[in-house]
């Protein structure tokens, strides 16, 4: 009798077991047993990937934005955090920030990384396999990445009827992905063991080159196919490159010149990256302006957060660049004013 009790408590401790075990291996309420990414995301759960929202769901159907994969990216990689910020054009903090300071480190390619808006927006899935590629592998180019893809069975591809036809077609370069989607992507690359980094993702994050984190992001963004760059405006009068050279001599350094590139520009303010050469003496910065009036912008720091004062006047295919301090970013050398004509 009392075994028959005992035996009888045994299986009911046992059945409340594995239901308890069942509804916690459940994970989130919108993800039902039968869903194509079940096994994805109960995975990413276990490995603190992803978290879900706060009503205990994780909405697997929506669209992902940059910011949400690049979290994801960050997470799996398992990517050292580091100790310098990005000098972004948005200045407001981001819950973001730490994934990408992260991402530009080791070079990754993504377009979000100096504005707020863009990593709001939704990621188009050449991007992700960009992404993906330079740290798994180290490849860079858009074809190189879904090829990477599709040979590991890391995706399948998007649209059958443009296999061998068009690669990109084939993948569906230039569409949005799900949540459901990226996560399906990395548990895949789990279950094949590709967690490593690549060499070229480590060597960047290395810095060798001592290349500030807004220059690694900057080339980073550059990987980009041109197709998959998205920038906030790419209409603005200041946008271009200006130059101004003044030979005085048949010497290599008998000779004064600028070099500005004029990128990012919104309403509010630009990217601007300067190159001054005074005879043998030089030195390169950049860092935002803000915009004053019309015509009128000034930058008073470096991204490398030095104080670095330059005035620009915007003028009829050129600019003015009046160099009022910015000793700490230069070995040596005069304050410059000059006109920059655009290239």
């Known amino acids: 009798m009392l075994r028959s009790i005992f035996n009888t408590f045994v299986i009911i401790a046992c059945l409340f077991m594995l239901t308890t075990l069942h509804a916690e291996a459940s994970g989130f309420k919108d993800v039902p047993k039968d869903h194509f990414a079940y096994n994805a995301v109960l995975w990413a759960q276990k490995y603190e990937i992803i978290n879900g929202y706060s009503d205990g769901t994780f909405k697997p159907s929506e669209t992902i934005t940059e910011q949400q994969f690049a979290k994801l990216l960050a997470n799996y990689f398992e990517l050292d955090t580091v100790e310098n910020e990005l000098k972004k054009q948005t200045t407001q903090e981001n819950w973001s920030d730490v994934f990408y300071d992260s991402l530009a480190s080791y070079g990754v390619p993504l377009n979000g990384y100096l504005h707020n808006t863009i990593r709001s927006q939704p990621v188009k899935r050449g991007v992700v396999a960009q992404a993906i590629a330079h740290l798994a592998d180290g490849k860079h180019d858009l074809n190189s990445s879904i090829e990477f893809l599709l040979e590991h069975y890391i995706s399948t591809g998007q649209n059958p009827k443009y296999e061998n036809r068009d690669l990109q077609k084939f993948f569906g370069t230039t569409n949005n992905m799900t949540r459901a989607q990226v996560v399906t992507l990395l548990y895949r690359m789990d279950s094949m063991d590709f967690y490593y980094i690549s060499d070229d993702a480590e060597a960047t994050h ?18 980009l196919d041109t197709s998959l760059q998205q920038n906030p405006s790419n209409n ?20 004064n010149a600028r070099y500005v590139t004029i990128s990012n520009a919104t309403s509010k303010d630009f990217y601007v990256k300067l190159s001054a050469y005074d005879g043998k003496y030089e030195g390169t910065t950049e860092g935002y302006a803000v915009i004053t009036s019309a015509k009128k912008a000034i930058m008073q720091e470096s991204s490398k957060g030095n104080r670095c004062i330059i005035e620009f006047e915007h003028l009829n295919n050129a600019i003015k660049v009046t160099e009022i301090d910015c000793s700490a970013e230069r070995t040596n050398g005069t304050n410059f004013s000059g006109t920059l004509r655009k290239q």
């Open 236 to 255: 603005s009068t200041w946008h271009g490159n200006y130059r101004y050279v003044y030979q005085w001599g048949k010497g290599a350094y008998e000779r």
């Open 206 to 223: 290395e810095n060798v080159d001592n290349l500030s984190l807004n220059e690694r992001a900057t080339q980073a963004k550059k990987r």
